[in-house]
């Protein structure tokens, strides 16, 4: 069957060009791959064996006006279908825009969340807080009509897969799912590749934050939770905090931020970019991994540092809850530095805990395989055609 897969923008290696990787390189099908803005010297390497078509250039910053010209330009492009059995949407929110003038063949949704500023209420909250009255009634209007043309896009569906509950719960409260049966829905978590992904068993002094530098990531809250740890844990005088992570063009000014924050300090380190070796070095000789967004999508770090054999600390709020069991695979708490400074100082105290913790949370990777994923879908989708 040849499928294509449509995403606006690949130009990072994130979540959603992760599943998008894997998805190509293990499923049985033949997939070709149409995005408006493809960056092959920033993403991931192995898109460039891949079948990638770009189309007419969009850009990626997130201002009001070039997020409407992009929204136009993949409204009313067209692309041609005639040679393909199926489209499969990587959903964001812009990219259901592609369905306006692309739904000659049945057409189905991975959807990574819905449009966050408009179906997301912790990450609206956030931006609200810093804006004006002018700002907060001018975006209020955007949601109001994004929010009607996306519930007529996703009739185009013929079937949608949620990558977790939450991001389900988003699509359901935002009435995207109005008119659809169960029978065309359904959560299908991605997974990690826990026979690459081995643990070293080795537990070095320092606590790793991987992920994208962006704001959504609340990167603040793992600095200050660490210097007070530091500060009330004299013992551990040898632990260190380390940010890796990809910084693009427009999360430069939040990394500067977040330099801030640190000064001078020797015990805070920040690793921009780094290679996959580099990320799988850092993984593998970690004590612990944190994540501090305050409301991820499915949070595939975690299942990283699982497979590692790694403790995790997370917020407990959207997809850490469905992957994560607290005090089994790590430590689940409340966006409060207080709560993250006494789940560091345990584990690091106590080397027999964490490695405990660590093989819990190993065996529970194996329950999200990337073959197992891959194989769910195109089973699935061989129904559709």
């Not at 949704?109 to 819905?114: D, G, I, M, V």
Request: hydrophobic fraction near 40%.
């Amino acid at each position: 069957m040849r499928i294509a897969i449509y995403y606006p923008w690949i130009y990072l290696t994130s979540g959603v060009e992760r599943v998008i990787l894997e998805i190509v390189k293990r499923s049985k099908h033949e997939y070709t791959i149409f995005t408006n803005h493809f960056d092959r010297g920033n993403t991931y390497k192995e898109f460039k064996k891949l079948n990638v078509v770009e189309l007419k250039k969009i850009s990626v910053s997130r201002d009001v006006k070039s997020v409407a010209k992009a929204a136009v330009t993949i409204a009313t492009q067209k692309i041609d279908l005639s040679n393909f059995d199926l489209l499969l949407v990587q959903g964001e929110g812009l990219g259901d825009l592609i369905t306006l003038r692309n739904n000659e063949i049945p057409t189905i949704c991975y959807c990574h969340t819905p449009l966050r500023p408009v179906f997301d209420e912790y990450y609206r909250e956030k931006i609200f807080a810093a804006r004006t009255l002018k700002y907060r009634l001018v975006f209020r209007a955007f949601s109001f009509i994004f929010k009607l043309i996306d519930r007529l896009l996703w009739k185009k569906y013929s079937y949608v897969f949620f990558n977790s509950w939450e991001t389900l719960r988003r699509a359901k409260n935002g009435g995207l799912l109005r008119g659809m049966t169960k029978k065309r829905y359904e959560v299908l978590y991605p997974g990690v590749d826990t026979r690459l992904n081995k643990p070293s068993w080795v537990y070095n002094k320092y606590f790793f934050l991987p992920g994208r530098v962006m704001w959504t990531k609340n990167i603040e809250l793992a600095i200050s939770a660490f210097k007070k740890f530091r500060k009330e844990n004299p013992k551990s005088y040898d632990f260190k905090l380390i940010v890796a992570g990809q910084v693009d063009e427009k999360s430069k000014k939040y990394l500067r931020k977040l330099k801030l924050l640190v000064g001078k300090r020797k015990d805070i380190n920040f690793v921009k970019s780094p290679s996959d070796y580099r990320m799988k070095k850092l993984y593998q000789n970690c004590w612990a991994v944190l994540l501090t967004s305050f409301n991820e999508d499915f949070g595939i770090t975690l299942l990283e540092a699982n497979s590692f054999a790694k403790p995790i600390i997370s917020v407990n709020r959207g997809g850490p809850n469905e992957s994560q069991k607290d005090g089994i695979t790590g430590f689940l708490v409340e966006p409060k530095e207080e709560d993250f400074v006494e789940r560091m100082a345990k584990l690091a105290a106590d080397r027999n805990l964490t490695l405990k913790i660590g093989k819990q949370g190993f065996n529970n990777s194996k329950k999200f395989d990337i073959e197992e994923f891959v194989k769910k879908l195109d089973k699935k989708l061989d129904a559709f055609v």
